[in-house]
């Protein structure tokens, strides 16, 4: 009974339409391999860039005036105006950094902040788990059975995609870090006049617009409302325009910062933000709530992309690929029919022997071995396994263990 069950379920659980319905690897099945590289050095300035405008907030809250705030590549360096505040200062800055980080003073009130080699080994380790379930999230969105996605070294992230001949659909998903963010315009002066003197204002960016480079817009830096608070993200049409949108819903979170920022801000543009380009700044037009609408120009190819990164989440790095390979799924055929001629040649041959040597009881503990390689095969398609290279010599391999255990037995 046990033998018929297993081979009901080889022969009906079938997803491509033939064939068994055991999920095949990479080396069998053919698809794509990518090696990806987690930039870290894009998360280190972030980092600083962000403690800039956390340091000088907090220095002129307490009223403490520094000077040449300048942020490297790796680390962040300023002056005390009065050495008399520079105690004061140091217990400020100490609240204000990571555990990561480490400041470095010197006499003549300059203080420098940097990531110790442990801290940043813990940043390292914590940014690139973030990137594997991202990562894990997007592709699962597009349906690709039994990926391989593990960590590989420092930095790295290794992906195997079984089935997946042309890759290019999985590298614009991961190329792009989907970080969305709504901040308002900073009506204080004109894109253009800052753009013209390179000057802008502390407290504000300028960023491009995404559908052209050339214009700009002015907004405060403080992110109001960010991707993390969004709940669900469905691409859908414009009722009024019918032009493809993309429609989001907040969490309880997002829902009542977003309708007290809308609720105080009637009338005045409110810029929406993706990966550091300006998608749209409509005027708010009343109060906004859990749900909106992103629109750009886009075309339904891009909502329905747009929408899977959103849910997915925004990467916490770039991802660079550093390695890309295609194995052709004529390999995958070679191997399957090898490892076919391979089970059948050893399943004969141990038949022969068994059934000349031992009669039959050799006959018997041939049944036995073929028993078992169905309930085998059974097991794989039941727990939707994947089968490789490796599986197929350990299959061949069990053959004989079957023997040499019937050969003890009788």
């Given at each position: 009974m046990a033998a018929s069950v297993a081979v009901s379920t080889v022969v009906l659980r079938d997803d491509d339409g033939g064939g068994i319905g055991i999920n095949l690897g990479l080396d069998l099945q053919g698809g794509s391999y990518l090696l990806l590289e987690v930039d870290m050095d894009a998360v280190v300035q972030e980092r600083m860039d962000n403690l800039a405008e956390t340091i000088r907030v907090g220095m002129r809250n307490s009223r403490i005036g520094i000077s040449n705030l300048s942020v490297g590549s790796d680390q962040l360096s300023f002056n005390v105006r009065e050495q008399i505040a520079f105690v004061e200062a140091r217990e400020i800055l100490n609240g204000l950094i990571s555990p990561e980080m480490v400041v470095i003073t010197s006499d003549n009130a300059l203080f420098s902040v940097q990531f110790d080699e442990a801290g940043l080994d813990r940043l390292t380790t914590l940014t690139v788990g973030q990137a594997i379930e991202i990562v894990r999230a997007r592709v699962d969105e597009t349906g690709t059975k039994e990926p391989v996605i593990q960590r590989q070294g420092r930095n790295r992230i290794l992906l195997q995609l079984p089935g997946v001949d042309n890759p290019e659909q999985v590298k614009s998903l991961l190329g792009k870090t989907a970080k969305l963010g709504f901040q308002l315009v900073d009506i204080s002066a004109s894109a253009e006049s800052v753009k013209a003197s390179g000057r802008v204002p502390p407290g504000s960016e300028?960023?491009?617009?995404?559908?052209?480079?050339?214009?700009?817009?002015?907004?405060?830096?403080?992110?109001?409302?960010?991707?993390?608070?969004?709940?669900?993200?469905?691409?859908?049409?414009?009722?009024?325009?019918?032009?493809?949108?993309?429609?989001?819903?907040?969490?309880?979170?997002?829902?009542?910062?977003?309708?007290?920022?809308?609720?105080?801000?009637?009338?005045?543009?409110?810029?929406?933000?993706?990966?550091?380009?300006?998608?749209?700044?409509?005027?708010?037009?009343?109060?906004?709530?859990a749900n909106g609408q992103i629109s750009g120009g886009f075309s339904v190819e891009e909502t329905n992309?747009?929408?899977?990164?959103?849910?997915?989440?925004?990467?916490?790095?770039?991802?660079?690929?550093?390695?890309?390979?295609?194995?052709g799924p004529g390999l995958g055929s070679d191997?399957?029919?090898?490892?076919?001629?391979?089970?059948?040649?050893?399943?004969?041959?141990?038949?022969?022997?068994?059934?000349?040597?031992?009669g039959m009881i050799g006959l018997l503990a041939v049944i036995a071995v073929f028993i078992n390689m169905l309930l085998l095969y059974g097991q794989l398609s039941i727990l939707g396994a994947t089968l490789t290279l490796p599986g197929i010599a350990g299959i061949v391999l069990t053959i004989g263990m079957a023997v040499d255990a019937n050969i003890i037995i009788f």
């Open positions: 300028l960023l491009p617009a995404r559908d052209n480079p050339d214009q700009h817009y002015l907004l405060n830096k403080r992110v109001l409302v960010s991707g993390e608070m969004l709940e669900d993200a469905r691409p859908s049409f414009d009722g009024q325009s019918n032009e493809p949108v993309v429609s989001f819903t907040l969490n309880s979170t997002g829902a009542e910062r977003f309708g007290r920022v809308t609720g105080q801000n009637i009338g005045r543009p409110f810029a929406i933000v993706l990966d550091d380009e300006v998608v749209s700044a409509p005027v708010i037009r009343g109060q906004i709530f992309e747009l929408s899977l990164l959103l849910r997915s989440g925004a990467l916490p790095a770039p991802l660079l690929v550093v390695e890309e390979r295609s194995v191997s399957i029919k090898a490892g076919q001629v391979a089970s059948i040649v050893g399943l004969a041959g141990v038949a022969i022997f068994m059934i000349s040597s031992y």
